[in-house]
């Protein structure tokens, strides 16, 4: 598989592109005209400094309104064209893109458009270049594929080929069924592009939307098996225009694009394997059976605060780690919620104190088999994970994950880990809080990084994800996204300003985190009554809400009561009821939550979270109070 991406997708100069393009290894470039024309070299050294990047130039592009103009335009358009050719022997590239006129003098016809290219594939035969010839989802005149395709087919030159764009096949809604009749030698180069959906002009939606394979909604798999049918095998590169990328860290977008493209191409060889363009083996998305751990990282008078708030959500200290300073915390009456608290002052974890204070960073996934989910998350570039062992001690594979946390694979073999490297500790007779498992944990990072981080996950995970939705926070909006399967679900919250209070976060946190982690219970109210007993002092929801909840859902005033009592919220979607409250938070704002859900509930409860960040804010220490120390 030969990668390439357009200079267009990335911020920076092209300097900087071409340095991150290389180092994310990309096989290519497409060179946008416009990082060509901002540069302050020659043709010949941006050929040259392509090469000692150890790329080469996949296309040169656009070259628009060409085809189906009236004289003397039509004269005009052959000079440019013969001008580009010069430029890109100096550049050292064959191919050009010929996008379709969108210009209202130009003329329609497929022979007429034929006739032109076949004029232009004879200038490109002097020159030792091709042309390919791409129907924009806004041309004029030709805005399909189909129709691209048969301007190439009545053109019959062997330097005029067809160009596919995801994008404005899958925009249009064109059957991808129709792209497996073109034979593959006819197409010269495909870009590749995904986009959320939404209802807005085409030209607006390609400009400002478009998104790495995966990220969007889009068929890009369909339609890159529809390709690979074809016997094409020839460059597969990324041409993303959007404006959250242009801003962004040239480096890490290369490094998502990489991925998206390894990513796909495995997707189509495993639907297609027969028609599959070669790709790196490895194994198939990992299925996550739960969360086997959660790790704080935390030290002295900070974890003597946390070992408290655990308490009072009803964990004990059931075991302590044979040579570090961990322990492992459980509720008494079992479950499958395990959580650990490292203290120790050296090593990795204490890193990660020194630099984020108390926080979980780290994650234990159960999976099936624990060294496929690091080979695959591997070749997708995660960067692995490995921390000194001692005598006794499993190692575990793991990478790095969201603020440079650690991600942990557990497979059965591995769960040992509990019995080899921990001891039991005499644990007082004491009632848990009946919590059974972790419903979900939510990470915030900042809105830029929120497609990277759902491209990591649903690329290396079995998951599905959801459509973006606004979270209301009373200083600014949060873009949050659920990835899910059926053994893990994960809330991710793109804080777009540090007012927010994941944006707040963020900065007193020094770097996305895990914000908070929502424990199931099967019988909330007794959750709560038993936290109470313990001496966990609820998240104080206003009055107003609950007066609100009755109106709105018409509750009896038994359940009214009991929810004001022990200040949980409510929601309900169809057949389905969820309830919820929330402990205060700590540690720069972490904060744990506890929810039951009835009758197939799966969202969250979106529609309290004003409420809920309201009521944090109001507990947070105030500005300019410096942090306790």
């Known amino acids: ?164 764009d995801s994008f404005h096949t899958l925009s249009r809604g064109i059957q991808l069924d129709t792209i497996r009749s073109i034979p593959g030698d006819r197409i010269f180069i495909v870009q590749l592009a995904d986009a959320s959906m939404m209802s807005m002009d085409l030209l607006y939606w390609s400009r400002h939307f478009r998104c790495m394979p995966g990220e969007g909604d889009l068929d890009v798999v369909g339609f890159m098996s529809a390709v690979a049918a074809t016997g094409y095998r020839g460059p597969l590169s990324l041409e993303i225009f959007n404006d959250q990328f242009r801003g962004g860290s040239s480096r890490s977008i290369a490094v998502d694009g990489r991925r998206s493209l390894v990513n796909l191409m495995d997707r189509v060889r495993r639907i297609e394997p027969e028609n599959a363009i070669a790709v790196t083996k490895m194994p198939d998305r990992i299925a996550i059976v739960g969360i086997e751990f959660v790790e704080f990282a935390s030290f002295g008078d900070e974890a003597t605060e946390l070992e408290g708030v655990l308490a009072s959500l009803g964990f004990v200290k059931t075991s302590l780690h044979v040579h570090r300073d961990v322990a492992f915390w459980r509720q008494p009456e079992g479950g499958a919620i395990n959580l650990v608290v490292n203290r120790c002052s050296e090593g990795f974890a204490h890193s990660s104190y020194l630099v984020h204070g108390t926080n979980a960073y780290a994650i234990g996934l159960r999976v099936a088999d624990a060294s496929d989910a690091l080979e695959r998350a591997r070749v997708l570039g995660a960067e692995t994970f490995h921390e000194t062992r001692g005598a006794g001690e499993l190692s575990i594979p793991a990478i790095r994950g969201v603020g440079g946390g650690i991600i942990y694979f557990i497979d059965d073999a591995l769960t040992a880990i509990w019995s080899l490297e921990f001891n039991q500790v005499e644990v007082p007779v004491s009632f848990g809080a009946g919590l059974t498992k972790v419903d979900h944990l939510a990470q915030s990072m900042n809105y830029d990084e929120l497609l990277t981080w759902l491209l990591f996950y649903i690329s290396i995970f079995r998951t599905t994800k959801s459509a973006i939705v606004d979270v209301v926070d009373p200083s600014g909006l949060v873009r949050s996204q659920v990835v899910e399967s059926d053994g893990f679900r994960l809330t991710m919250n793109g804080a777009e300003n540090s007012r927010t209070l994941a944006g707040k976060f963020i900065a007193e946190n020094f770097g996305s985190a895990i914000q908070h982690l929502a424990f199931k219970s099967e019988n909330i109210f007794e959750s709560a009554r038993r936290m109470a007993d313990l001496g966990f002092k609820p998240l104080q929801i206003p009055e107003n809400y609950y007066n609100d909840l009755q109106a709105r859902f018409g509750l009896d005033d038994g359940l009214l009561s009991q929810l004001r009592e022990s200040n949980i919220l409510y929601d309900r979607e169809g057949e389905g009821e969820f309830f919820q409250f929330y402990s205060h938070t700590f540690a720069e704002g972490f904060f744990f939550e506890i929810v039951e859900r009835r009758g197939g509930y799966n969202g969250y409860g979106g529609t309290n979270a004003p409420v809920r960040i309201a009521a944090q804010k109001r507990a947070l220490r105030p500005k300019g109070v410096p942090k306790l120390v």
């Open 1 to 164: 598989m030969k990668t390439s991406i357009a200079t267009v997708s990335l911020s920076g100069d092209l300097r900087e592109k071409l340095s991150a393009i290389a180092a994310a290894d990309f096989d290519g470039v497409e060179i946008f005209e416009n990082d060509f024309l901002a540069f302050d070299g020659s043709p010949r050294d941006v050929g040259a400094m392509v090469r000692d990047h150890g790329l080469e130039i996949t296309l040169f592009q656009p070259f628009r309104d060409f085809e189906g103009l009236p004289e003397p335009q039509r004269a005009r358009a052959f000079e440019r064209a013969r001008h580009k050719f010069e430029l890109m022997n100096q550049l050292g590239t064959d191919l050009m893109l010929v996008c379709s006129n969108v210009l209202p003098t130009s003329l329609g016809g497929i022979d007429r458009a034929a006739a032109d290219f076949n004029a232009l594939g004879d200038i490109a035969k002097e020159h030792g270049v091709r042309v390919g010839y791409e129907a924009l989802a806004w041309g004029r005149h030709v805005n399909d594929h189909r129709d691209a395709w048969e301007i190439v087919r009545r053109a019959d030159h062997s330097k005029v080929g067809l160009i596919l």
